[in-house]
Each structure stands twice: as structure tokens, then as C-alpha cells.
């Protein structure tokens, strides 16, 4: 139960649940970059944020995604000459 208490400070519904999640993700991130510096061990329960990888990840994803657009563009305007 005391886990779940470090990420929630307010009921749920409540409309400054959108505020605390962000603080919660600056709050996880500082106490990662602490326990680097001071070279400890993090409690995997504050690594919920993204990281490069998740980056990389979220650029290949775009990259294809214009691709394909691309391509069925094309491929729309090969048809319309077409006809």
C-alpha cells in the first residue's frame, strides 16, 4: 500500500490528477539522476519514465508513418492520372 502512496496524493477523478502525474515523472527523473551521482542503486519503481530508447523507438515509428503517407499519396495520384 505505501508503494501506491508515493504516486498518488489525491483521489481518483480528481481533476489535479493530470498535474500530479507530471510531477511524479519530474520527481522519478530526480531521483534517478541523485542515485547516479551519488552511484546507488535505483528502486525500479521510480524508472516509469521514458528513456532513449522509448525515443529512438517513437523516431522510427514517425519516420515510417510519413513514409507510408508518402507512398499512398503517390500511389493516390497515380490512380487520379490514371482515370
Do not use: W
Not at 489535479?16 to 510531477?23: M, Q, R, V
Amino acid at each position: 500500500m505505501q508503494r501506491r502512496q508515493q504516486h498518488t496524493r489525491i483521489p481518483a477523478g480528481h481533476p489535479e490528477g493530470y498535474l500530479e502525474a507530471f510531477a511524479n515523472i519530474y520527481r522519478n527523473v530526480a531521483k534517478c539522476i541523485q542515485a547516479q551521482i551519488i552511484g546507488v542503486q535505483v528502486d525500479p519503481l521510480y524508472k516509469d519514465f521514458p528513456d532513449i530508447a522509448d525515443g529512438v523507438r517513437h523516431g522510427v515509428y514517425i519516420q515510417s508513418d510519413r513514409i507510408r503517407k508518402e507512398r499512398t499519396k503517390m500511389d493516390q495520384t497515380i490512380v487520379v492520372k490514371l482515370i
